[in-house]
């Protein structure tokens, strides 16, 4: 094991659901990103959370940046434009990848990735009237270089009053939700500062691991929290992505008891 760190009818409510659901296509040009929302499902219920997704497809060569772009880059932002009663929650970001140039450091995905996002719709809806979602999304696209990309989306959704189909970009969710960080159940972590480090130790019910990390220079003062993800990989090579999140002890302290991460 090798050890990576990383920074839902009739029938006819069917068919009217496969007419009318549209996936909207960028109004803003990008050159080397192609922005647009999905949906996991062909429609919605009134009062029914669901889910939509911003997926990006980069050309050969170009990426984007997680939430935490790391030493350089931005995150991609989406500003919702929604029917009243609706609302948005956060991004569900996948694990990302690092990109390295020289001593820059950052962290992205490159050829494509879905973020996907809940949407809470109102109990109000009426089952025959379609809803049209919309959002400014923007993102930096990098390669050797950087370029601001932009795009407006918009998605419309039919809903209905029985239970929604998974639409053909259910598989993407899935595959999305399997590189979501979970909860370390099973593992400990510590950590310390030592000698202007933080020193952290983990272990799991395979495999243990120790790391040092140092600072940025522009850092300021050591965290009093570790926060992160933590990109296990067994000897297949398959990825598995933790959440990390734990008190820094001072140095001199003498460190810190193992410190066992419970699924919230």
Request: aromatic share 8%; charged share 20%; net charge positive.
């Amino acid at each position: 094991m090798r050890f990576n760190r990383q920074r839902a009818v009739t029938e006819a409510g069917r068919a009217a659901a496969l007419v009318v659901a549209c996936v909207g296509v960028a109004l803003a040009a990008s050159r080397h990103v192609q922005a647009s929302l999905v949906a996991e499902h062909e429609s919605i219920r009134a009062g029914e959370p669901f889910w939509v997704g911003l997926r990006l497809k980069m050309e050969p060569g170009w990426h984007t940046y997680w939430k935490n772009p790391g030493d350089a880059g931005l995150p991609t932002r989406v500003k919702w434009t929604l029917p009243e009663g609706f609302e948005a929650g956060p991004i569900d970001w996948p694990y990302p990848r690092p990109f390295s140039q020289g001593p820059v450091t950052s962290y992205g995905y490159e050829d494509e990735v879905l973020l996907p996002v809940p949407i809470s719709p109102p109990p109000s809806l009426t089952p025959g009237k379609p809803v049209t979602l919309a959002a400014r999304v923007d993102w930096l696209e990098c390669q050797e270089a950087c370029v601001p990309g932009r795009a407006d989306l918009s998605l419309t959704l039919p809903v209905t009053a029985g239970a929604p189909r998974a639409a053909a970009e259910a598989g993407g969710f899935a595959d999305a939700r399997r590189r979501l960080p979970a909860a370390p159940s099973g593992w400990t972590f510590q950590a310390a500062e030592k000698g202007g480090r933080i020193t952290s130790s983990m272990a799991g019910t395979a495999a243990a691991y120790r790391l040092a990390l140092t600072p940025a220079p522009n850092a300021g003062r050591f965290p009093a929290r570790l926060k992160g993800v933590l990109v296990v990989h067994d000897p297949e090579g398959k990825a598995r992505a933790l959440r990390v999140d734990a008190p820094v002890a001072n140095k001199g302290a003498g460190g810190v008891a193992p410190q066992a991460m419970e699924e919230r």
